[in-house]
């Protein structure tokens, strides 16, 4: 990859930690020359608006690079005012906050950095990363913590040492990666051994018997602008619909999940204008990803077991199995 003129000026000032990433190819070490030049083999990485780039601008995450700088700080608890990704954050972990504090947190996936900053309020070293644009909403909105330190890299080519984090993090996924089986198992291999892990995924039976799936050959296609347009323009529509549905006796969720649209009414919003955005956000984040492969639990089970992995615990979160454990 060719350094490319938008190589940022404030190289010095990621000069301590940038000096612990490694060459994603060859596993040398980068220096700061330009952007980051690795000292082992010829390649170089751009470093953009202060980010370093390890994966190309163009690749199969656009609609969340989309997704996320439109919506940049509506999932963020410190935006919406409750604590929804600070409770879910600690409630699939059951980690505390206090036990995070000065450890090393590796967050693949940070998507918007809703759960980036509630590990930096921790005081966790946390370094975060995502494949897509998203990386530049998160530095907008947690570059403040100097405890942050953000890259765009892939799960697949990750610009770290191995086995150098104590706790592991991958909410939201795993699912949406060509190859789920080599995603979970690559994770691990930066963890430290007896480091804890959190990673959920969508569960089979639920997410495979949801209407979406019937749309989802066709949007995976449209470009994310045009697809957030008509979902900006349906949601309105179908959100009244569902919330109807729901309240018809004993059938109302059943009636309510084919209607195509996210209701994220169990989750408490502020209000309806709350409701109907992070409304259009999720049915958009249903429809845009080029890959969704939910996963069933026995074949997570048998991973686990492949992987060594001990005192795991899989468990369903609505929609969700969250996977923990130590390695
Ligand atoms: C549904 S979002 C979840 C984001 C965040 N974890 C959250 O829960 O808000 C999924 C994220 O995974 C990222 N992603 C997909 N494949 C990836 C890969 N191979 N490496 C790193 N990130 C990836 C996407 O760009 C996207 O931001």
Same mark, same amino acid.
């Given at each position: 990859?060719?350094?490319?003129?938008?190589?940022?000026?404030?190289?010095?000032?990621?000069?301590?930690?940038?000096?612990?990433?490694?060459?994603?190819?060859?596993?040398?070490?980068? /220096?700061?020359?330009?952007?980051?030049?690795?000292?082992?083999?010829?390649?170089?990485?751009?470093?953009?608006?202060?980010?370093?780039?390890? =994966?190309?601008?163009?690749?199969?995450?656009?609609?969340?690079?989309?997704?996320?700088?439109?919506? /940049?700080?509506?999932?963020?608890?410190?935006?919406?005012?409750?604590?929804?990704?600070?409770?879910?954050?600690?409630?699939?972990?059951?980690?505390?906050?206090?036990?995070?504090?000065?450890?090393?947190?590796?967050?693949?996936?940070?998507?918007?950095?809703?759960?980036?900053? #509630?590990?930096?309020?921790?005081?966790?070293?946390?370094?975060?990363?995502?494949?897509?644009?998203? #990386?530049?909403?998160?530095?907008?909105?947690?570059?403040?913590?100097?405890?942050?330190?953000?890259?765009?890299?892939?799960?697949?080519?990750?610009?770290?040492?191995?086995?150098?984090?104590?706790?592991?993090?991958?909410?939201?996924?795993?699912?949406?990666?060509?190859?789920?089986?080599?995603?979970?198992?690559?994770?691990?291999?930066?963890?430290?051994?007896?480091?804890?892990?959190? =990673?959920? #995924?969508?569960?089979?039976? =639920?997410?495979?018997?949801?209407?979406?799936?019937?749309? %989802?050959?066709?949007?995976? %296609?449209?470009?994310?602008?045009?697809?957030?347009?008509?979902?900006?323009?349906?949601?309105?529509?179908?959100?009244?619909?569902?919330?109807?549905?729901?309240?018809?006796?004993?059938?109302?969720?059943?009636?309510?999940?084919?209607?195509?649209?996210?209701?994220?009414?169990?989750?408490?919003?502020?209000? /309806?204008?709350?409701?109907?955005?992070?409304?259009?956000?999720?049915?958009?984040?249903?429809?845009?990803?080029?890959?969704?492969?939910?996963?069933?639990?026995?074949?997570?089970?048998?991973?686990? /077991?492949?992987?060594?992995?001990?005192?795991?615990?899989?468990?369903?979160?609505?929609?969700?199995? #969250?996977?923990?454990?130590?390695?």
């Amino acid at each position: 990859m060719a350094l490319s003129n938008d190589t940022h000026d404030d190289v010095g000032a990621g000069i301590r930690w940038w000096s612990e990433l490694r060459c994603p190819r060859c596993r040398g070490a980068l /220096r700061a020359e330009g952007g980051l030049r690795c000292g082992a083999c010829p390649a170089t990485y751009p470093v953009d608006r202060g980010v370093p780039r390890f =994966v190309p601008q163009d690749n199969y995450a656009e609609g969340f690079g989309y997704q996320w700088n439109r919506h /940049r700080l509506t999932q963020l608890d410190s935006h919406s005012g409750l604590p929804i990704s600070r409770d879910r954050l600690f409630r699939a972990s059951r980690w505390s906050a206090g036990e995070l504090r000065g450890r090393r947190v590796l967050e693949c996936g940070s998507g918007a950095g809703r759960f980036t900053e #509630v590990l930096c309020e921790t005081g966790a070293e946390v370094t975060s990363f995502d494949i897509s644009s998203a #990386v530049h909403a998160n530095a907008a909105s947690n570059r403040r913590f100097p405890n942050l330190r953000l890259v765009q890299a892939s799960i697949y080519e990750m610009p770290f040492p191995e086995e150098s984090f104590d706790y592991l993090i991958c909410f939201g996924v795993i699912q949406h990666t060509p190859d789920v089986e080599r995603t979970f198992k690559t994770l691990f291999r930066y963890l430290r051994p007896g480091g804890r892990f959190c =990673v959920d #995924v969508y569960a089979a039976m =639920v997410a495979y018997t949801h209407p979406r799936h019937l749309l %989802r050959p066709i949007t995976r %296609r449209i470009p994310p602008a045009r697809l957030y347009s008509a979902v900006d323009k349906a949601v309105p529509c179908l959100l009244p619909l569902s919330t109807a549905l729901h309240s018809v006796p004993k059938a109302g969720p059943y009636l309510a999940r084919l209607v195509p649209v996210a209701n994220l009414r169990y989750l408490n919003l502020k209000d /309806r204008r709350m409701l109907r955005t992070w409304s259009v956000l999720d049915t958009f984040d249903w429809l845009s990803p080029r890959y969704e492969s939910p996963q069933p639990r026995r074949r997570l089970e048998r991973w686990t /077991r492949e992987l060594g992995l001990s005192e795991v615990s899989i468990e369903r979160h609505r929609g969700l199995y #969250v996977v923990r454990g130590v390695k």
